[in-house]
């Protein structure tokens, strides 16, 4: 008599342990979950058997070959599609069709007396035998009627309460005669209880169940998973388990090293030639597997350990399971129900919340705090919040679901009855996640006021006007499928680094306010927000001898919402200007670098032919701008910053300018040629709005695009800046070209060397140490200043495992020289 095993079933519900491994070598105490069925098979005589495989079929040929090391004869049957339960078996038809044969599936734990459901089957002289069990919830498996003969009288798949008559289940195991195939359809999905009992029963043929006694366990469910592996190590089903009772319940396999100054306390399991050092405490219920290395200090509890495993010093792994070849690295925390997939990192100190579930090949950044699962993303970020608020792929990273939570943890840092300005690009992805946000907020008693698609400079100066805070979702710079939800303070600012913290730690402990139905917010929208915004802005800035200049600019919108605020602006400005590609395409809410340098290229064509001033470039949401002088050349950033600079301080003669510490020194000796004094501040866009908010700044910018105009605001406002260029060209009467030409070139070069989050302390530890006597600047990163003036800026970048090296020099060369020298000092100091 021949059996047929079936392991041809993907476990969906089991991933991310069957994302690179089919269910059926899913190991159960060390060994794969067929291997068991395989084994119960041999040992009541049914060694010839038939395996039935689909899914990643090749590991399972691969795993069991022929049989022979278990003493068995195996032959397989692949399915080039799913082809249900009844079509898999009718696929092996030609090895099956002379006898008797018996069917069990190879992804439930069983120890039933198979000799005895033969002969059941037998005696009765059925044509099917099911297999029958009696559970205590019985509503994910099929329940089966049997009269007092032990004939089937019905079935009803996966019941409801309402629907549950009986606590008899369909284990999926039978016994069947050949002429069963004559009720299957060939090369079609066709399942035994949904499509051939039925008929079976209808035309009266001998279905008999039987009732068996001992152990079985559907392994579909991560829950099922670990209750299987505790079930073997307490001896509630009769299995062979690989190795010696080194003491009570504590199991120990051939090879294995464990210190005498470890704690065990069992029923748990050691693989064979695992190594488990002093100071690590085992508890019970616990499996590690092969080769696995668990170093001094580690605490595992219920956890499931697949072969090949580190276990860092100093980690906790409590009620989870670990996939093959992934290293756990020390003080790393992973708690109840996490699952974590084949050959993952775990850096240092990162916790991964309970039910987390982590795809196989990622890596979690050491100190990262992951709460919620890691599918595509590459790695679990230390902090919430990035440089451009909350980043992330759409619909993979930055989900309606986490926009409702970060909503919901944003106004529960604010008061109830608090309101919160809302607004958009004009991408699709923008607009649906803005909902999902509205939604959030007015369910945790927070008034909204939406602004809908604005550029974001009104929507700042909007959340300014009376709200206790702002949330405005653009698609990121330059990724079209990518999304960032940034969060303003009352000022219409970027949120602080404190603000922020507080922000993360609710949204970590996921201790969201809801409002009681009273409280629910109000939806409102504003009117003519626009209108308003050029108001302000045209009354804040100096505009005089601007109608009486004659001046001709060309605006290019580059297809941004900027567009939707230049007409009330242009129109009051009084001066001939020129607007292209204003028109929306929520298709193409951003571009590329070199999509916009090739928009740069054609606006300096349009400037140079139509004879224009100079041309300004907006960023799609109108918060950064680029120029082009009269000539049609490019102005880079860096430089536009300095061009701006030294006509505000001309004008002025006096004040303060605030710039970030990574800014050329030339911009020092442009100030001061004016009387005008630098402000240097850290890279943090609130900390550069904050130095703007004193009295005697006069200006500000980042030397990306960003410029800051204190007059009318304290944030990032390229139409701002726009405005106030054109009131100081129409006053000085000069060009962009001749103001650039009197200023000194810089020579700053930048690099990012990649480093572990581990080691960035280590980093600024080894730089400081090499800077020796030189001057060190700490206001962010560290700068170091040589006695000819050159300096060097070294700065762990706050989101990413990478460190920032700036250098400037007299020349290039000497500034290629001095950020090789600090470069290597980055990339070495872990040596």
């Known amino acids: 008599m021949k059996a047929v095993v079936m392991a041809g079933g993907e476990g969906t519900r089991l991933r991310p342990m069957t994302s690179s491994m089919p269910k059926p070598l899913l190991p159960v105490v060390n060994r794969p979950i067929m291997e068991h069925v395989l084994r119960l098979l041999k040992r009541h005589g049914l060694s010839e058997t038939v395996v039935t495989v689909q899914f990643l079929a090749s590991l399972v040929r691969n795993y069991f070959g022929d049989g022979e090391e278990l003493g068995m004869t195996l032959t397989y049957a692949n399915e080039e599609t799913p082809l249900g339960t009844a079509g898999s078996v009718k696929n092996a038809e030609e090895a099956l069709k002379d006898d008797t044969f018996l069917v069990i599936s190879g ?109 079985w366990e559907d392994v579909g469910t991560h829950e099922s998973y670990l209750k299987a592996q505790a079930d073997v190590l307490t001896g509630k089903v009769d299995v062979d388990i690989d190795g010696f009772e080194l003491s009570p319940g504590v199991w120990v396999a051939e090879g294995a090293e464990v210190d005498r100054d470890a704690v065990l306390k069992g029923p748990l399991y050691i693989g064979d030639y695992a190594k488990v050092e002093g100071g690590v405490e085992i508890r019970e219920h616990t499996v590690l597997g092969s080769n696995v290395v668990v170093k001094r200090g580690a605490f595992l509890h219920k956890a499931v350990v697949h072969d090949n495993v580190y276990v860092g010093p100093q980690t906790n792994l409590r009620g989870c399971v670990i996939g093959k070849n992934t290293d756990v690295m020390r003080a790393a925390r992973i708690e109840e129900g996490a699952v974590v997939g084949d050959e993952c990192l775990i850096e240092e100190e990162s916790l991964i919340a309970g039910d987390v579930r982590i795809y196989p090949f990622k890596t979690i950044e050491a100190g990262a705090v992951v709460n919620t699962s890691v599918i595509w993303e590459s790695r679990g970020q230390k902090y919430l919040f990035g440089p451009r608020g909350v980043s992330g792929i759409l619909n993979v990273e930055i989900t309606p679901e986490l926009a409702v939570r970060l909503a919901g943890a944003y106004a529960t840092t604010l008061k109830k009855g608090a309101t919160v300005t809302t607004a958009r690009d004009h991408s699709r992805g923008a607009r649906a996640l803005k909902r999902a946000v509205i939604s959030a907020l007015q369910t945790s008693a927070i008034n909204v006021r939406d602004l809908e698609n604005v550029p974001m400079p009104v929507a700042r100066q909007e959340t300014a006007r009376g709200s206790a805070g702002g ?22 600012a970027d949120l602080s680094q404190a603000a922020q913290r507080k922000l993360d730690r609710v949204f970590s402990r996921q201790e969201y306010r809801r409002a009681f139905p009273g409280e629910i917010g109000e939806l409102t929208f504003p009117a003519r927000p626009f209108d308003s915004y050029s108001g302000s802005l045209l009354k804040a800035l100096d505009i005089t001898g601007v109608p009486e200049s004659g001046l001709k600019v060309v605006v290019d919108a580059a297809h941004g919402n900027a567009a939707l605020l230049l007409p009330s602006i242009l129109g009051r400005l009084g001066i001939d200007a020129l607007t292209v590609n204003s028109g929306l395409d929520d298709a193409r809410p951003t571009e590329t670098a070199d999509e916009r340098q090739d928009g740069l290229t054609r606006l300096g064509e349009i400037v140079a032919s139509s004879k224009s001033g100079f041309g300004v470039r907006f960023d799609p949401v109108g918060e950064r701008m680029s120029l082009v002088d009269e000539r049609g050349r490019i102005i880079d950033d860096h430089r536009a910053l300095l061009v701006l600079l030294d006509c505000v301080a001309a004008e002025r003669g006096g004040g303060k300018i605030a710039l970030p510490v990574t800014t050329t020194r030339i ?70 070209s001749q103001i650039d030409a009197r200023i000194p070139r810089a020579h700053v070069r930048r690099r990012d060397v990649p480093t572990p989050w581990a080691a960035k302390g280590m980093v600024m530890r080894r730089v400081v140490e090499a800077a020796g006597e030189r001057e060190i600047d700490t206001t962010d990163g560290v700068r170091v200043v040589e006695a000819d003036g050159r300096w060097a800026l070294v700065l762990p970048d706050p989101a990413e495992a990478v460190t920032h090296v700036w250098a400037e020099g007299p020349d290039d060369d000497a500034a290629d020289e001095l950020l090789d020298e600090w470069s290597r000092v980055v990339e070495h100091a872990g040596d």
């Open 107 to 215: 992804d439930a734990l069983t120890d039933f007396d198979l000799t005895a459901l033969v002969e059941y089957h037998r005696a009765k002289g059925a044509m099917v035998t099911v297999c029958l069990t009696r559970v205590p919830d019985p509503l994910e498996f099929g329940i089966t009627i049997i009269d007092d003969e032990g004939r089937v009288d019905r079935f009803l798949e996966k019941p409801t309460w309402g629907q549950v008559f009986s606590d008899t289940v369909n284990t999926g195991i039978y016994v069947m005669e050949p002429e069963v195939f004559d009720y299957v359809a060939a090369g079609v999905s066709v399942d035994w209880s949904g499509d051939v009992f039925p008929k079976l029963l209808k035309e009266g043929k001998p279905i008999y169940g039987y009732v068996a006694e001992g152990y």
């Open 667 to 736: 911009a020092e000796q442009v100030a001061a040629y004016h009387g005008v004094q630098v402000q240097w501040t850290t890279t943090s866009p609130d900390d550069l709005a904050r130095v703007a908010m004193a009295d005697d700044t006069i200006f500000g910018g980042d030397g990306r695009g960003g410029f800051v105009i204190p007059e009318f605001s304290t944030v990032f406002d390229g139409t701002a800046a726009f405005v106030r260029l054109i009131g100081l060209v129409a006053r000085t009467q000069l060009t962009l």
């Open 471 to 492: 949330i405005m979702i653009r698609t990121t710079p330059g990724v079209p499928d990518s999304v960032d939800i940034m969060f303003f303070d009352e000022r219409g």
